[in-house]
């Protein structure tokens, strides 16, 4: 069946740390994006990608790198610049992305990263 | 900026009564709208959605029908069950937002605990 597969589920940071959040798709989708869900406060948009090669900051992208050398794979890397990483990470893909985005996006099961 | 609001949870029925979680949006252009669910430690899953004014989107017994005039996009379904406890997003893809992020805006969900 396609998908998108994040991994690992859980993931643990120690103080300076730099730690990549994989996220692969098989439903060959254009557009990748990454989302940070805190309790109370819905998802918000860090990175997102239209196409192989490109990428643009979302709402919260400080602290935060990815790239897009593949078509169907989008690691994040938390840096340790993001000085309040504890959060639950949401990998998304949609089939268009820019001006078709009325495209419904498909989701990964997350990845719950904290700080030891 | 585009918004989203929902209702504030957790929002607890009893099995077989009738839902409705409310959704109201502010955008700068022609939104496409969605209603996704979460449930415990997984991502997000598209539940139904709408791209123009008066569409109504369904599934699974939900509904939520696109009013432009009063910016909003109700989720109702007539008789819950328990297998419905989940987390419920609305969210707004808006491509005409003038410079904004290419992704969803959410809400902050609403938790919904159905009681046998």
């Known amino acids: 069946d396609g998908g998108i597969t994040q991994s690992p589920k859980y993931l643990f940071r120690k103080e300076g740390q730099n730690v990549t959040l994989s996220c692969e798709q098989n439903l060959n989708h254009d557009a990748m994006y990454w989302y940070r869900q805190d309790p109370g406060q819905g998802l918000r948009l860090i990175y997102y990608s239209q196409i192989v090669n490109d990428f643009q900051k979302g709402d919260i992208a400080e602290g935060y790198s990815v790239s897009r050398e593949k078509k169907e794979s989008f690691p994040l890397t938390v840096t340790s610049a993001q000085k309040n990483p504890t959060a639950f990470y949401l990998c998304?893909?949609?089939?268009?992305?820019?001006?078709?985005?009325?495209?419904?996006?498909?989701f990964g099961d997350g990845t719950r990263l904290s700080i030891l | 900026g585009n918004s989203v609001t929902q209702m504030e949870g957790p929002v607890t029925l009893s099995e077989e009564a009738f839902l409705t979680i409310n959704c109201t949006y502010t955008a700068t252009g022609y939104p496409s709208l969605f209603w996704y669910v979460q449930y415990p430690g997984e991502g997000l899953q598209l539940l139904l959605k709408?791209?123009?004014?008066?569409d109504k989107g369904s599934n699974k017994g939900f509904e939520a029908t696109y009013r432009k005039e009063t910016t909003s996009f109700h989720l109702e379904k007539g008789s819950v069950q328990v297998s419905d406890s989940a987390v419920y997003f609305c969210?707004?893809?808006?491509?005409?937002?003038?410079?904004?992020?290419?992704?969803?805006?959410f809400g902050k969900g609403t938790h919904l605990i159905i009681q046998p």
């Open positions: 969210a707004l893809s808006d491509p005409y937002s003038g410079g904004g992020a290419d992704g969803l805006t």
């Open positions: 709408a791209t123009k004014a008066d």
């Open positions: 998304a893909s949609s089939s268009t992305g820019g001006a078709y985005s009325n495209q419904p996006q498909h």
